[in-house]
């Protein structure tokens, strides 16, 4: 800077010659014409020219931009990179310039593409925005994808948010409900993605509503606003809770034993945002603005919305009902009955006449069966010789040892099913504990398993067969008796 001040004032107020004040300062005369007319400044990049180069020629430019302006239909994660274009470009029209004079030119028209959006602002309890997004756990030692429903209040950008193993219509509504429970409250408008789930067909303001979408909605009173076509700047809060949950709750990846667990920990994450967060440009923290929101809401209803997903099938002959493209048991005294079967996001619960008759974890595979043992000891009493063959038993994933100690009973079939009762009256842990202290006795019944698990703190008494112990006699005693003053008269 201080050679180009010296530059400057010899040639500007002194009037030298660029070869006088190469001379006098010692620089090259490059340097003089270059810094002499106050044309280029030291510090400042030279601004590139408008047409990148002269390989961009008016068809490459056109080009370019017929591939911008098909992004604008296309989805926003299939979209030309800069680099594509390039590829494109040398492929398609013989391009022989260099890849990054096609991304300057890329970058330029872009910016002139670039959507200027509007900021708004939301009163206390006006609206909340809801979108899906998807992230990956491990879930019982095992990587899984879990759908994240995500909620987000426009005034007080309060978050909720739950993980389903779907993204069904039972998950979604479960998930409406809880997040209004949450809030204590339901906001006037929710602003959606054009999901299939409430959207019967069209977008934005065309959209036509499915029927269960328009009752659920008629019963939290709210209207609905789903936005236009690949716009997701529309609901651009609840995008970036999506992100927020990623690179926050769930980074590093979370271990945990069920959703329940999982579940959890989002809402932990949710309840430490609220109190903590402050958000840059707003006047109040965010738990304070939720407190001024939550008084906006309107009341939840009295009753809640029934999310679970409703059938009523009839029990086959082998005690099992189809819901969903699977077979769930049932006891056996049910059979050929019509019941009611509800399922959740999470649960299948089977109801005979408003009587809970049995419950199952929620099964996304297909054609696959699921049993619980209980249902079908009834049966295997009535036929005990099946038992070692049964389905519902084989699939139950019993430890090795109640089959090994079935087999050493005297009746091992009757044995076996009087063995799944104890399992499924007193849990499978303490059947395990005195099948275990009854194999070290070798004692092989299954009334010595009752008494263990009945009296578990105390030792069964031996008998030991070597008869009582006797302490040799002293003989010298007698001689005391026999002299004088020794006891004998």
Same mark, same amino acid.
């Given at each position: 800077?201080?050679?180009?001040?010296?530059?400057?004032?010899?040639?500007?107020?002194?009037?030298?010659?660029?070869?006088?004040?190469?001379?006098?300062?010692?620089?090259?005369?490059?340097?003089?014409?270059?810094?002499?007319?106050?044309?280029?400044?030291?510090?400042?990049?030279?601004?590139?020219?408008?047409?990148?180069?002269?390989?961009?020629?008016?068809?490459?430019?056109?080009?370019?931009?017929?591939?911008?302006?098909?992004?604008?239909? *296309?989805? +926003?994660? #299939? !979209?030309?990179? $800069?680099?594509?274009?390039?590829? &494109?470009?040398?492929? %398609?029209?013989?391009?022989?310039?260099?890849?990054?004079?096609?991304?300057?030119?890329?970058?330029?028209?872009?910016?002139?593409?670039?959507?200027?959006?509007?900021?708004?602002?939301?009163?206390?309890?006006?609206?909340?925005?809801?979108?899906?997004?998807?992230?990956?756990?491990?879930?019982?030692?095992?990587?899984?994808?879990?759908?994240?429903?995500?909620?987000?209040?426009?005034?007080?950008?309060?978050?909720?948010?739950? *993980?389903? +193993?779907? #993204? !069904?219509?039972? $998950?979604?509504?479960?998930?409406? &409900?809880?997040?209004? %429970?949450?809030?204590?409250?339901?906001?006037?408008?929710?602003?959606?993605?054009?999901?299939?789930?409430?959207?019967?067909?069209?977008?934005?303001?065309?959209?036509?509503?499915?029927?269960?979408?328009?009752?659920?909605?008629?019963?939290?009173?709210?209207?609905?606003?789903?936005?236009?076509?690949?716009?997701?700047?529309?609901?651009?809060?609840?995008?970036?809770?999506?992100?927020?949950?990623?690179?926050?709750?769930?980074?590093?990846? +979370?271990?945990?034993?069920?959703?329940?667990?999982?579940?959890?920990?989002?809402?932990?994450?949710?309840?430490?945002?609220?109190?903590?967060?402050?958000?840059?440009?707003?006047?109040?923290?965010?738990?304070?603005?939720?407190?001024?929101?939550?008084?906006?809401?309107?009341?939840?209803?009295?009753?809640?919305?029934?999310?679970?997903?409703?059938?009523?099938?009839?029990?086959?002959?082998?005690?099992?009902?189809?819901?969903?493209?699977?077979?769930?048991?049932?006891?056996?005294?049910?059979?050929?009955?019509?019941?009611?079967?509800?399922?959740?996001?999470?649960?299948?619960?089977?109801?005979?006449?408003?009587?809970?008759?049995?419950?199952?974890?929620?099964?996304?595979?297909?054609?696959?069966?699921?049993?619980?043992?209980?249902?079908?000891?009834?049966?295997?009493?009535?036929?005990?010789?099946?038992?070692?063959?049964?389905?519902?038993?084989?699939?139950?994933?019993?430890?090795?040892?109640?089959?090994?100690?079935?087999?050493?009973?005297?009746?091992?079939?009757?044995?076996?099913?009087?063995?799944?009762?104890?399992?499924?009256?007193?849990?499978?842990?303490?059947?395990?504990?005195?099948?275990?202290?009854?194999?070290?006795?070798?004692?092989?019944?299954?009334?010595?398993?009752?008494?263990?698990?009945?009296?578990?703190?105390?030792?069964?008494?031996?008998?030991?067969?070597?008869?009582?112990?006797?302490?040799?006699?002293?003989?010298?005693?007698?001689?005391?008796?026999?002299?004088?003053?020794?006891?004998?008269?």
């Amino acid at each position: 800077m201080d050679q180009y001040k010296d530059i400057r004032y010899l040639y500007a107020v002194e009037g030298l010659s660029q070869r006088e004040i190469a001379k006098r300062l010692g620089v090259s005369r490059n340097t003089v014409r270059r810094y002499c007319y106050g044309e280029n400044i030291p510090g400042e990049r030279k601004k590139p020219s408008g047409d990148c180069s002269r390989v961009i020629t008016p068809e490459v430019r056109q080009f370019v931009n017929d591939c911008l302006e098909e992004d604008k239909n *296309a989805d +926003p994660k #299939q !979209r030309h990179t $800069a680099h594509k274009i390039y590829k &494109r470009l040398t492929k %398609e029209m013989g391009f022989q310039g260099a890849e990054s004079t096609v991304r300057r030119l890329v970058s330029q028209l872009r910016a002139k593409r670039k959507e200027v959006f509007v900021p708004l602002a939301f009163a206390p309890g006006e609206a909340a925005q809801v979108d899906w997004g998807t992230a990956k756990v491990i879930m019982g030692g095992k990587k899984i994808k879990v759908n994240l429903l995500c909620f987000r209040l426009c005034c007080s950008c309060a978050p909720f948010v739950m *993980a389903y +193993p779907s #993204q !069904r219509e039972e $998950a979604f509504y479960e998930g409406h &409900r809880m997040a209004f %429970e949450f809030f204590g409250g339901v906001p006037k408008t929710l602003i959606y993605d054009n999901l299939k789930t409430a959207v019967k067909d069209g977008w934005g303001r065309t959209a036509r509503e499915q029927d269960k979408f328009l009752a659920f909605r008629a019963h939290y009173a709210y209207k609905s606003r789903f936005c236009n076509v690949r716009k997701a700047h529309e609901k651009g809060l609840v995008e970036g809770l999506v992100g927020l949950v990623r690179r926050n709750a769930l980074v590093p990846m +979370p271990k945990v034993n069920d959703w329940d667990e999982l579940n959890q920990l989002l809402l932990e994450y949710c309840l430490d945002y609220i109190a903590e967060q402050h958000i840059r440009g707003r006047e109040m923290p965010v738990n304070e603005s939720l407190a001024i929101e939550k008084t906006a809401l309107t009341p939840l209803p009295l009753t809640p919305y029934e999310t679970a997903k409703i059938s009523e099938p009839k029990v086959n002959y082998f005690s099992t009902v189809s819901f969903d493209s699977n077979q769930y048991s049932v006891p056996v005294r049910w059979a050929s009955h019509t019941v009611t079967v509800k399922g959740s996001a999470f649960e299948v619960e089977i109801y005979h006449r408003g009587e809970k008759i049995a419950q199952h974890k929620r099964c996304y595979s297909r054609n696959k069966t699921i049993y619980q043992v209980e249902h079908y000891i009834p049966l295997l009493e009535k036929k005990p010789g099946a038992v070692f063959n049964a389905r519902p038993v084989r699939q139950a994933n019993l430890p090795d040892e109640i089959w090994s100690f079935a087999k050493h009973l005297k009746k091992p079939d009757k044995g076996m099913v009087r063995l799944l009762h104890l399992i499924a009256d007193r849990g499978i842990d303490q059947v395990i504990q005195a099948i275990r202290k009854a194999r070290q006795n070798n004692q092989y019944s299954i009334e010595i398993i009752g008494y263990y698990m009945d009296n578990n703190k105390k030792e069964l008494i031996t008998i030991d067969n070597r008869g009582p112990q006797v302490e040799a006699v002293d003989i010298s005693r007698y001689d005391q008796f026999l002299s004088p003053g020794g006891g004998l008269n």
